[in-house]
Protein backbone atom coordinates (compact mmCIF):
# COMPACT_ATOMS: atom_id res chain seq x y z
CA UNK A 1 0.00 0.00 0.00
CA UNK A 2 1.35 3.30 -0.67
CA UNK A 3 0.61 7.09 -0.29
CA UNK A 4 -0.95 7.22 -3.91
CA UNK A 5 -3.61 4.56 -2.73
CA UNK A 6 -4.70 6.86 0.55
CA UNK A 7 -4.92 9.86 -1.22
CA UNK A 8 -6.98 8.27 -4.28
CA UNK A 9 -9.88 7.38 -1.71
CA UNK A 10 -8.89 10.45 0.63
CA UNK A 11 -8.61 12.91 -2.02
CA UNK A 12 -6.01 16.06 -1.96
CA UNK A 13 -7.17 19.00 -0.41
CA UNK A 14 -5.03 20.35 2.42
CA UNK A 15 -6.82 22.91 4.73
CA UNK A 16 -3.79 25.55 5.18
CA UNK A 17 -3.41 28.74 6.64
CA UNK A 18 -1.17 31.97 5.65
CA UNK A 19 1.52 32.60 8.32
CA UNK A 20 0.35 35.90 9.43
CA UNK A 21 -3.18 34.58 10.16
CA UNK A 22 -4.46 34.65 14.17
CA UNK A 23 -3.64 31.53 16.08
CA UNK A 24 -7.30 31.98 17.34
CA UNK A 25 -8.62 32.07 13.83
CA UNK A 26 -7.14 28.91 12.82
CA UNK A 27 -8.26 26.88 16.19
CA UNK A 28 -11.36 27.78 15.57
CA UNK A 29 -10.94 26.78 11.70
CA UNK A 30 -9.56 23.26 13.07
CA UNK A 31 -12.80 23.04 14.94
CA UNK A 32 -14.72 23.63 11.97
CA UNK A 33 -12.75 21.38 9.74
CA UNK A 34 -12.69 18.98 12.91
CA UNK A 35 -9.33 18.53 11.75
CA UNK A 36 -5.99 18.20 13.91
CA UNK A 37 -3.46 20.22 12.05
CA UNK A 38 -3.03 22.58 9.04
CA UNK A 39 -0.09 23.75 6.91
CA UNK A 40 1.06 27.36 6.68
CA UNK A 41 1.67 28.19 4.22
CA UNK A 42 3.44 31.29 2.13
CA UNK A 43 1.42 30.88 -1.74
CA UNK A 44 2.68 27.38 -2.70
CA UNK A 45 5.61 27.24 -0.27
CA UNK A 46 5.54 25.63 2.83
CA UNK A 47 6.45 27.52 5.98
CA UNK A 48 5.50 25.27 8.70
CA UNK A 49 2.88 22.71 10.34
CA UNK A 50 0.49 23.68 13.44
CA UNK A 51 -1.38 21.22 15.07
CA UNK A 52 -3.51 20.67 18.65
CA UNK A 53 0.36 19.59 20.19
CA UNK A 54 1.83 23.38 19.29
CA UNK A 55 -1.61 25.15 20.55
CA UNK A 56 -1.34 23.72 23.68
CA UNK A 57 2.56 23.81 24.07
CA UNK A 58 2.42 27.67 23.43
CA UNK A 59 -0.56 28.50 25.28
CA UNK A 60 1.14 26.78 28.63
CA UNK A 61 4.83 28.79 27.97
CA UNK A 62 2.92 31.89 27.17
CA UNK A 63 -0.38 32.33 28.61
CA UNK A 64 -3.70 33.11 26.45
CA UNK A 65 -1.88 37.06 24.78
CA UNK A 66 -0.86 33.93 22.53
CA UNK A 67 -4.07 33.40 20.79
CA UNK A 68 -3.56 37.00 19.35
CA UNK A 69 -0.19 36.40 17.47
CA UNK A 70 0.29 35.03 14.21
CA UNK A 71 0.82 31.48 13.91
CA UNK A 72 4.05 31.62 12.49
CA UNK A 73 4.80 32.03 16.22
CA UNK A 74 3.48 28.80 17.25
CA UNK A 75 4.20 26.45 14.22
CA UNK A 76 6.95 23.69 13.50
CA UNK A 77 8.72 25.18 10.41
CA UNK A 78 11.11 22.28 10.02
CA UNK A 79 8.35 20.42 8.32
CA UNK A 80 9.03 16.41 7.46
CA UNK A 81 7.49 15.51 3.72
CA UNK A 82 6.74 12.43 2.18
CA UNK A 83 6.12 11.21 -1.70
CA UNK A 84 3.21 9.84 -3.26
CA UNK A 85 5.47 6.57 -4.31
CA UNK A 86 6.63 6.19 -0.43
CA UNK A 87 4.82 3.10 1.54
CA UNK A 88 2.24 2.87 4.19
CA UNK A 89 4.85 0.95 6.55
CA UNK A 90 7.02 3.75 5.57
CA UNK A 91 5.38 6.99 6.96
CA UNK A 92 4.17 4.99 9.79
CA UNK A 93 8.01 4.81 10.63
CA UNK A 94 8.33 8.33 9.72
CA UNK A 95 5.44 9.07 12.11
CA UNK A 96 7.13 6.60 14.86
CA UNK A 97 10.31 8.20 14.92
CA UNK A 98 9.88 12.01 14.34
CA UNK A 99 6.81 11.82 17.05
CA UNK A 100 4.38 13.39 14.71
CA UNK A 101 0.68 12.15 13.45
CA UNK A 102 0.73 14.59 9.85
CA UNK A 103 2.70 14.15 6.45
CA UNK A 104 2.34 16.57 4.11
CA UNK A 105 2.80 14.90 0.74
CA UNK A 106 5.27 16.72 -1.65
CA UNK A 107 5.67 16.15 -5.56
CA UNK A 108 7.75 18.49 -7.52
CA UNK A 109 7.67 21.16 -4.84
CA UNK A 110 3.97 21.40 -4.28
CA UNK A 111 1.96 19.69 -2.10
CA UNK A 112 -0.71 17.56 -3.45
CA UNK A 113 -1.35 15.88 -0.16
CA UNK A 114 -1.58 15.35 3.94
CA UNK A 115 -1.59 12.11 5.42
CA UNK A 116 -2.60 11.76 9.31
CA UNK A 117 -2.49 8.89 11.50
CA UNK A 118 -5.92 8.43 11.14
CA UNK A 119 -5.93 7.97 7.40
CA UNK A 120 -2.71 5.40 8.10
CA UNK A 121 -4.50 3.16 10.95
CA UNK A 122 -8.01 3.47 8.53
CA UNK A 123 -5.33 1.82 5.63
CA UNK A 124 -3.97 -0.72 7.79
CA UNK A 125 -7.21 -1.86 8.66
CA UNK A 126 -8.62 -2.43 5.94
CA UNK A 127 -5.40 -4.45 4.54
CA UNK A 128 -5.44 -6.82 7.22
CA UNK A 129 -9.64 -6.94 6.09
CA UNK A 130 -8.76 -7.86 3.04
CA UNK A 131 -6.01 -10.53 3.80
CA UNK A 132 -8.79 -12.42 6.28
CA UNK A 133 -11.04 -12.29 3.37
CA UNK A 134 -8.44 -13.56 1.27
CA UNK A 135 -7.95 -16.36 4.00
CA UNK A 136 -11.18 -17.46 4.50
CA UNK A 137 -11.76 -18.01 0.44
CA UNK A 138 -9.00 -20.12 0.22
CA UNK A 139 -9.78 -22.25 3.65
CA UNK A 140 -13.05 -22.90 1.84
CA UNK A 141 -11.83 -23.69 -1.26
CA UNK A 142 -9.06 -25.86 0.14
P1 LIG B 1 1.05 16.02 15.74
O1 LIG B 1 1.35 14.71 16.41
O2 LIG B 1 0.98 15.88 14.24
O3 LIG B 1 -0.12 16.71 16.34
O4 LIG B 1 2.32 16.97 15.96
C1 LIG B 1 3.20 16.89 17.05
C2 LIG B 1 4.31 17.94 16.83
O5 LIG B 1 5.04 17.64 15.62
C3 LIG B 1 3.84 19.37 16.65
O6 LIG B 1 4.81 20.24 17.19
C4 LIG B 1 3.75 19.56 15.15
O7 LIG B 1 3.93 20.89 14.71
C5 LIG B 1 4.91 18.70 14.68
N1 LIG B 1 4.67 18.09 13.38
C6 LIG B 1 3.52 17.58 12.91
N2 LIG B 1 3.68 17.07 11.69
C7 LIG B 1 4.98 17.26 11.36
C8 LIG B 1 5.78 16.97 10.21
N3 LIG B 1 5.29 16.34 9.14
N4 LIG B 1 7.08 17.34 10.23
C9 LIG B 1 7.62 17.96 11.31
N5 LIG B 1 6.92 18.25 12.42
C10 LIG B 1 5.61 17.91 12.46
Known sequence: MTV???LDTKGH???????EAQLSAVIKLLCERKIGA???MNQTRVDG???ERDIVRVLGERGASVLEEPVSNAM???VVNCREN???????EMMTTGKFRHVP???NGKVVGLISIGDVVKSRVEEYEREQEALRDYIKTA
Do not use: N, Q
Request: aromatic letters at 0%.
Open 4 to 6: RSI
Open 105 to 107: VVE
Open 86 to 92: DTVAEIM
Open 49 to 51: ILS
Open 76 to 78: TRK
Open 38 to 40: VLV
Open 13 to 19: HVVSVEP
